[in-house]
C-alpha cells in the first residue's frame, strides 16, 4: 500500500512539474469570436429592406430577399405570400424572365434528408407561383441542403439564417450553361 501511495505521489509531482515548465498562452494571439456573427444581422437587414420593394423594382434590380423557414417545415411562411405574389407579377408581365429557386437547409440532419427538404421548400415556391398563373417551365428548381451555408454560427439565429429558399431572377435560356 506505501508503494502505491508513494507512486501516486511522484505521479502527481510529475504532472505538475510538467505544468509549470508549459510556456505561457499569449492571449492576443488566441482570435476572438464576435458573440454572434455579424452576416445574420446584415442578411436579416437585407431581407427586410428587399421585401419593401414594389414588383417593379425588384425585377429591375433582380434582387430578391430570401425566404426563411422554420425548423423541419416545408410549409411557406406566412410573410411569403405577398413576396410571392410579386414574384409572379414579375414573371407573368416579362415573358423573357425566368426565375431558379434554390431550397437550403441548416446542418442539423442527414445529408440526403436536407436535400430533400430544400427541394420540397423549393417546389412549394414553385407550386404556388404556378397556382397564380406562371408557367411551370419558367421556373427551375436545386436543392442544396446544407452545402451552401451563408453564416457557419450553429447559433438558433445562425440555423434560421441558413434555412432558406432564394430566388434567382433570370432572362439567359434554359439551354445555356448555369
Known amino acids: 500500500m506505501k508503494i502505491f501511495k508513494l507512486s501516486a505521489l511522484c505521479a502527481c509531482l510529475l504532472a505538475l512539474g510538467a505544468c509549470a515548465s508549459n510556456p505561457q498562452v499569449d492571449m492576443e494571439e488566441i482570435p476572438i469570436l464576435p458573440e454572434r456573427d455579424p452576416i445574420i ?4 437587414k437585407r431581407n427586410a429592406k428587399l421585401m419593401k420593394q414594389t414588383a417593379r423594382e425588384m425585377a429591375e434590380s433582380r434582387q430578391i430577399p430570401d425566404i426563411t423557414y422554420l425548423f423541419d417545415s416545408i410549409q411557406p411562411p406566412e410573410y411569403s405570400y ?5 414574384l409572379a407579377e ?3 408581365t416579362n415573358p ?4 431558379i429557386i434554390e431550397g ?3 446542418v442539423v440532419g442527414d445529408k440526403d434528408y436536407n436535400y430533400w427538404l430544400g427541394a420540397s421548400r423549393a417546389t412549394a415556391m414553385k407550386s404556388y407561383l404556378v397556382s397564380r398563373g406562371v408557367l411551370a417551365d419558367r421556373i427551375r428548381v436545386h436543392s ?3 452545402d451552401r ?4 454560427d450553429n447559433s438558433r439565429e445562425g440555423r434560421l439564417t441558413n434555412r432558406r429558399v432564394h430566388f434567382v431572377l433570370t432572362t439567359r435560356e434554359w439551354q445555356s450553361v448555369y
Open 41 to 44: 444581422e446584415i442578411e436579416a
Open 82 to 86: 405577398e413576396l410571392l405574389d410579386k
Open 90 to 92: 414579375i414573371l407573368k
Open 96 to 99: 423573357s424572365a425566368k426565375l
Open 104 to 106: 437550403n437547409t441548416d
Open 144 to 146: 442544396y441542403g446544407a
Open 149 to 152: 451555408p451563408i453564416t457557419l
